[in-house]
């Protein structure tokens, strides 16, 4: 349960929740997708713009998102040009432009792995969100789920598209999905010329316990900043 934490609450802060997988006991890496493997296009709109390719294999064991994306937030202007390669519970984040990237393991406890769900559905409820609706998009019956100010619509633990409201609105949107296609083992190697840092992170450490609650209340903290004020 903490490992999923992490990674949802990592994947809010840093606008990557285009596709989330489910966790599933049945897998030894991190994330556990149903289908073997999957190709997707998306686009990055407000204020962050830009593209993003995910490909992931071997039901999720491997995995790789490429981006472009340019930010503007309180008056500067931030781009990005990098690849995430997961190989089980290995990420690498590497800058393109930089030819640098870090390496971090994510340790889980097996106590924890017993405990996750086969579905992605618990994994949305623990981080405060409702399940509100459903809506057809690019052909794909989507489940909509609300909370910590965005909107997501999933579907078959996908997430084809995501609303945030915290400094602005952005939103990530699926373009083109294809399931079961044949993926370039390439696109999961480490790019050549590529100075690498490690890291380690223990997804069982008690200081993660309170992760999900202290994210959400963070998050209601900001809007609440920067909501309209109320006239007496």
């Known amino acids: 349960m903490k490992a999923k934490i992490f990674i949802l609450a990592s994947a809010f802060c840093g606008l990557f929740l285009a596709q989330t997988a489910s966790f599933g ?71 393109l432009d930089k030819k640098t990237g870090v390496k971090q393991t994510i340790h889980i406890d097996p106590k924890d792995a017993e405990k996750w769900t086969k579905t992605a559905e618990e994994v949305w409820t623990d981080m405060g969100f409702k399940k509100t609706g459903e809506e057809v998009l690019i052909g794909k019956k989507c489940d909509i789920w609300e909370g910590m100010s965005s909107k997501v619509w999933v579907w078959q633990n996908f997430a084809l598209k995501t609303e945030m409201n915290l400094f602005g609105k952005s939103v990530i949107e699926v373009k083109k999905i294809d399931i079961g296609v044949p993926i370039d083992r390439s696109k999961f190697e480490i790019p050549a010329g590529i ?31 920067f909501a309209p004020k109320k006239k007496k």
Not at 27 to 50: N, R
């Open 25 to 95: 006991q049945k897998a030894k890496s991190v994330y556990y997708y149903p289908d073997k493997s999957a190709y997707v296009e998306s686009v990055y709109l407000g204020q962050t713009t830009g593209n993003e390719t995910f490909y992931m294999d071997d039901n999720g064991k491997v995995s790789a998102r490429y981006s472009v994306l340019t930010t503007k937030s309180l008056g500067s202007t931030t781009k990005s040009n990098q690849v995430v390669i997961q190989k089980d519970s290995v990420f690498y984040t590497i800058d």
């Open 195 to 225: 100075t690498m840092t490690e890291s380690t992170f223990n997804a069982s450490d008690p200081v993660f316990d309170s992760l999900g609650s202290g994210l959400k209340k963070g998050m209601n903290d900001l809007k609440d900043m």
